[in-house]
């Protein structure tokens, strides 16, 4: 078989493209890109002299892929909180806990502790600063 060579010059400039996405593809997959989300709203309530108690508001898993992936997006974004680490919350701001995972395997934890930050490790070390945009996207999340 003869290639022409108008036919193989356009094979060259393809080519990349279409490697290009394939290794996107896979790359995306193997970093731990989100399929799932278990997103869990609640509040402290307080009650004359007792300690406050957690109740919770909502608790559901969302699946719909392009929600999934802005809300990780989202917090990947955010900055770093300039919080001390003992930082006092203001009340009634609710916690959000998110779970992010891929194939059942869990990618990223968050946790907003009654906060305007959100908590990504369990330790205290990677604290993002929250701002109103990502509250905004985990109320419509939550609507949906």
């Known amino acids: 078989m003869k290639i022409k060579p ?31 989300l278990h997103l869990v709203k609640s509040i402290l309530v307080y009650n004359n002299n ?10 559901k898993i969302i699946t719909t892929q392009p929600m999934v992936e802005k809300l990780y997006e989202k ?10 680490i003992n930082y006092m919350c ?25 906060c305007f930050r959100l908590i990504i490790d369990k330790n205290d070390k990677d604290q993002r600063e929250a701002d109103e945009a990502l509250f905004t996207l985990l109320k419509q999340v939550e609507a949906a």
């Open 50 to 59: 007792a300690p406050p108690t957690i109740k919770i508001v909502t608790d």
């Open 6 to 36: 108008l036919s193989f010059l356009v094979l060259l400039l393809v080519l990349p493209f279409i490697l290009l996405g394939v290794y996107s593809t896979i790359s995306r997959a193997s970093h731990g890109e989100p399929d799932k």
């Open 75 to 84: 917090i990947q974004s955010l900055p770093p909180a300039n919080f001390p």
């Open 90 to 114: 203001v009340r009634g701001v609710p916690s959000y806990q998110l779970t992010f995972s891929q194939q059942g395997r869990t990618v990223l934890e968050a946790d907003s502790g009654y």
